[in-house]
Each structure stands twice: as C-alpha cells, then as structure tokens.
C-alpha cells in the first residue's frame, strides 16, 4: 500500500501521528503499529516520515473501527519513502479531496459543543479529512508555562459560526512537542493572510472524557495546513 502523507501531527514528547491518502484509492489511511510512532521515524530524524511523502508501507492490516475506519496496522521495517510531492503538488492533491463543510466529511453526528464540535464514541464514519476554511487566525490560550494552540475559523459552507479548534501540525511546535514555535506560527499566518480560504487536514481524536460525569467524545482538531 501506497499513501501520500498529508496528516502529521505531535503526541506527546517522542512520540507523534501521521495519515496519508492511499494513491490509488483517494481515501485516508492512517498508519499505526503495535505502540504509538516513535520521532525516529520522522524525516527530520533520519526516518520516512514528512508531509508530501509518497510511502509504501508495505503489506498492511485493517484494524479501524468506527468512526477510525482508517487505520491500518504496518511493519515499521519495511516503510519506504519513495519519493516526495512539492507543497504545490501536496496542496492540489489535497486541494482535490477537500470539502466545503464538517459535516460532508464525518456527517451529522458530529456536533456543535462550546467554541468547538465533537463526536460520540463509535459514531459516524469517518475521521480524517480535508477541509476548506476561512476567516482563520491563530489563538494561544493559557497561562505561559503552558500555552496551548488553537486554529479560529469558519466553514467554507457551513452555518457561519466560527469554530476553535486546537492545532496538531507538528511544524508549529519545537522538538520537545509541547512548546509552539512562535516563528512558525507568525509565518503561517502570513500564507493564510494570503488567501481569501485556508485548505486543512482535519481529523478527530482518540475518544476521551473531559470530565469523569461526560460522555467519551471524538473532539475535533486541525492536524495540518497547506500552501500553494
């Protein structure tokens, strides 16, 4: 199996998340092993792994469940990078699967809580995908020993309501993966600043509770932003 890697986000410190388009099918994969991917694998580190990466994972296993239909277990041996896209072709690859709405890409089962919209666990079909925003801007909230990044945006055709979500993009972040890259987020706010719509990698988290009463919920996060 073949993917473009289009989702590269931060977990915790050592440790991160990617997904990619399948070549031949368009659809998302996101590919997971039998631990969490460790930074080694990134292309910075030596590894396979970076936005516009063409991949051959080798044979893989499907191990999705709703709405994570797109995971797929890989042998980290055997990961190959075969070549790389340039962000001009990353972004019309992209550009090519991208919706107008949230809903067009994880249904009606994901709602509106707060600032932001979530997910039940198990609901829905989908959770990755690429979207077209407006309006965007950057937020840091938190005190200064612990900032925390977040993407304001607009739905291309939604309701008009503007949405903040948290941000994954591991670009934005230094290498210890907690503390944001001020530079990085002032240059990319100068790309979006350019254009009149911003084209997203968009997906869901892991389902969590935000407090021991609340029900688990996939919460929504812009995991990568794309340039022409």
Not at 199 to 210: A, E, I, M, N, T
């Amino acid at each position: 199996m073949q993917i473009v890697v289009n989702h590269l986000t931060r977990m915790q410190p050592g440790f991160f998340c990617a997904a990619g388009i399948e070549v031949n099918s368009r659809l998302h994969v996101r590919p997971l092993i039998d631990s969490q991917l460790t930074v080694d694998l990134l292309a910075r580190h030596g590894g396979p792994f970076e936005l516009g990466a063409v991949l051959d994972l080798g044979l893989t296993r499907f191990t999705g469940k709703l709405p994570e239909i797109e995971d797929r277990w890989f042998d980290r041996r055997f990961v190959v990078q075969k070549y790389k896209l340039s962000r001009a072709e990353l972004y019309q690859l992209c550009a090519e699967v991208a919706h107008n709405s949230l809903h067009s890409i994880f249904t009606a089962a994901l709602e509106p809580i707060g600032s932001t919209m979530a997910m039940a666990e198990h609901a829905g079909v989908y959770s990755l995908g690429c979207l077209w925003g407006q309006a965007g801007r950057f937020v840091i909230v938190g005190q200064e020993d612990r900032q925390r990044l977040r993407f304001a945006f607009v739905e291309l055709d939604g309701c008009g309501r503007e949405l903040v979500v948290p941000v994954t993009d591991v670009r934005l972040y230094k290498d210890d993966h907690t503390t944001i890259d001020s530079e990085a987020v002032k240059q990319f706010s100068q790309e979006i600043g350019r254009t009149t719509r911003t084209l997203l990698s968009v997906g869901l988290s892991r389902p969590y509770r935000k407090s021991e009463s609340d029900v688990a919920r996939h919460w929504l996060q812009v995991n990568n932003f794309h340039f022409t």
